[in-house]
């Protein structure tokens, strides 16, 4: 269990922020992340890992010569945002391009897909490489699906190498993609992992069993058996890893026996005493394999085998130098001299001076009420969706909700003070969500809440056709972003039929605060019937069948949050003024 913390809420910036103080020799903090101390005499490839918090060393401990140039960081188990990503792009970007490398998960392929564009569009050349290494996670017919997890290791060192070596983008994203391609991995959990300030863990095993096929997200294994002994486990994971051996694969191999965070070195050198020569015996050449931590998941208990199996162009780059605060192999060079960059470029624009009818000024006032309601509702229900999520997802829905809605609460409560109108204010508060929520769920609250704001605009108090017409494009912004249909477990089973059903509600002359309760019934029905669907998306696609039985957190969370602000965008309800706003964080205490 994490004992050590201040606010639970707090703990990844926290952690960070000490983390680059120590190793203040060799990276520094920026907005979003951290990049490397000192920036690269002539333009190079600047290799940029990411993911959310909970996995050191991975990302921000891979920071340095040989390795990555950057890190960007977000909640714990969360995908940091887009934001996040351009921020420290900007600052790491030196004249040779920008390659972000994480695992496929589709919070992060969102956020840093968005990032790209952005980046795009000022002119500055980017790619993306995934990670899918995880074999319990999907079938080799669809390894796209599959997630990345320890593999991740290896990829961004043979990114990182390549990059240092001076190779060009194009090179060094084909070395990479390649490195993925050749790499699989397996693990299993012995023990959740405890989120600071949760009183119990994401999930629990009876004694003697283990969870076979894990997450690095605090996901419990896709199958739970019994416990085995160290020779039977290394059996099982090299059988399972070899049973995937690519084509024409070579008979030398890189190798990483990882620890999750509570499995000790010395539980792992058993392991590893059956793993050898198990792979030895296959014909196999180790090059220098790694026994210890690389990617963990807080405090779990639990290992993963991972192999790549390497060329005459992947081994150069595997055994290559390098220089972390975390990983040193070999005899870097240590990059000092008067090139340190001490500023940070978050991307930021001044405040807007905004445009917007008095009119549209007061109803921004009861989109501000809507928000502290939602806001309300989200921290009385963070633990109960967090326990949702954790059934076969990574625990982290509530805490991501509320640390959104926070962010979104002081950022519309900030935008109506400096005279923004209602369209204003859904936007500002959606940008909001998406920058400090992170993840999936935070991505797509933040472009639907945009999306509604630009629908309503800064001129009119909608009526309950312009009202329809928001929710609509909340909603197609929502599905087109994230791809999700109904029946999918998502959202998206609970928003799509409160949609329709306000539509139609609307159209045949329900007043709208009517048709908003009705629809919100309609929706909460919907997010309670998801639990007899297995999801098609996102984490907890791959523990499909651990899911039956509870219903789907996003989809619960939206109808409760839609619920809460109905009678307040209806006009159902008097706004109160914005001086009656509590402190964000006040419930929590």
């Not at 990032?115 to 290494?133: C, K, M, P, Q, Y």
Request: net charge negative; charged share 20%; aromatic share 6%.
């Amino acid at each position: 269990m994490t004992k050590i913390f201040n606010d639970p809420a707090e703990f990844a910036e926290e952690a960070l922020a000490g983390f680059c103080d120590v190793h203040s020799d060799l990276v520094r903090q920026v907005s979003g992340g951290a990049v490397r101390r000192y920036r690269p005499a002539q333009p190079k490839v600047a290799v940029l890992a990411g993911g959310g918090s909970g996995h050191y060393p991975a990302f921000s401990g891979l920071i340095g010569t040989g390795l990555a140039d950057g890190a960007v960081v977000g909640n714990i188990f969360t995908s940091p945002s887009a934001q996040q990503a351009y921020s420290v792009a900007k600052a790491a970007e030196s004249g040779a391009g920008v390659v972000f490398t994480y695992g496929n998960y589709a919070g992060d392929v969102m956020n840093f897909g968005m990032a790209s564009e952005r980046l795009a569009a000022e002119g500055i050349a980017v790619e993306n490489v995934l990670v899918t290494d995880d074999i319990a996670s999907a079938p080799p017919s669809e390894t796209e699906k599959r997630r990345g997890i320890a593999g991740d290791f290896t990829v961004f060192k043979v990114l990182g190498a390549a990059a240092e070596r001076g190779d060009s983008l194009a090179e060094v994203v084909r070395l990479g993609r390649k490195a993925n391609r050749r790499t699989r991995t397996i693990g299993s959990a012995f023990a959740g992992c405890t989120f600071p300030g949760a009183e119990a863990p994401l999930f629990s095993l009876p004694d003697g069993q283990m969870g076979l096929g894990l997450g690095i997200h605090g996901e419990p294994g896709l199958h739970d058996t019994g416990l085995p002994s160290a020779k039977e486990l290394g059996q099982e994971l090299v059988g399972r890893l070899l049973a995937e051996t690519p084509e024409s694969a070579g008979e030398r191999i890189a190798v990483i026996l990882n620890g999750l965070g509570a499995t000790k070195h010395e539980e792992l050198f058993v392991l590893w005493g059956t793993v050898a020569p198990l792979l030895r015996a296959e014909g196999y050449t180790l090059v220098m394999p790694e026994v210890g931590e690389l990617v963990t998941s807080l405090d779990m208990a639990g290992v993963s085998l991972t192999v790549t199996w390497l060329d005459e162009e992947l081994e150069p780059l595997w055994v290559a130098p390098a220089e972390t605060p975390a990983y040193r192999r070999g005899n870097a060079a240590r990059e000092t001299g008067g090139a340190a960059v001490e500023g940070t470029s978050d991307g930021g624009a001044s405040a807007a001076d905004f445009d917007a009818t008095e009119a549209s000024r007061g109803y921004a006032a009861t989109c501000v009420a809507a928000i502290e309601a939602a806001r309300t509702a989200l921290h009385e229900a963070e633990e109960r969706l967090g326990r949702m999520d954790a059934i076969a997802g990574d625990g982290d829905h509530g805490r991501g909700m509320v640390r959104g809605v926070d962010a979104a609460s002081a950022a519309a409560s900030a935008a109506l003070e400096q005279g923004a109108g209602a369209g204003d204010v859904l936007a500002a508060a959606g940008d909001a969500w998406a920058d400090k929520a992170g993840g999936t769920s935070g991505v797509l609250w933040g472009a639907g809440l945009r999306a509604w704001g630009e629908s309503l605009g800064n001129a009119e108090v909608p009526g309950p056709r312009e009202l329809a017409a928001g929710v609509a494009a909340f909603a197609n912004r929502i599905v087109q972003l994230g791809k999700a249909e109904t029946g999918d477990k998502t959202m998206v089973d609970a928003l799509l039929p409160f949609t329709a059903a306000f539509s139609r509600l609307v159209a045949e002359g329900t007043g709208q605060a009517a048709a908003w309760e009705e629809a919100a019934q309609a929706a909460a029905g919907a997010a309670q019937a998801t639990a007899a669907l297995l999801p098609l998306k996102g984490r907890a696609r791959p523990l499909a069948e651990k899911s039956l039985g509870t219903p789907d957190p996003g989809a619960t969370s939206l109808a409760m949050i839609f619920a809460v602000i109905g009678p307040h965008v209806t006009g159902a309800a008097v706004p109160p003024g914005p001086s009656v706003r509590e402190p964000v964080g006040a419930q929590q205490q």
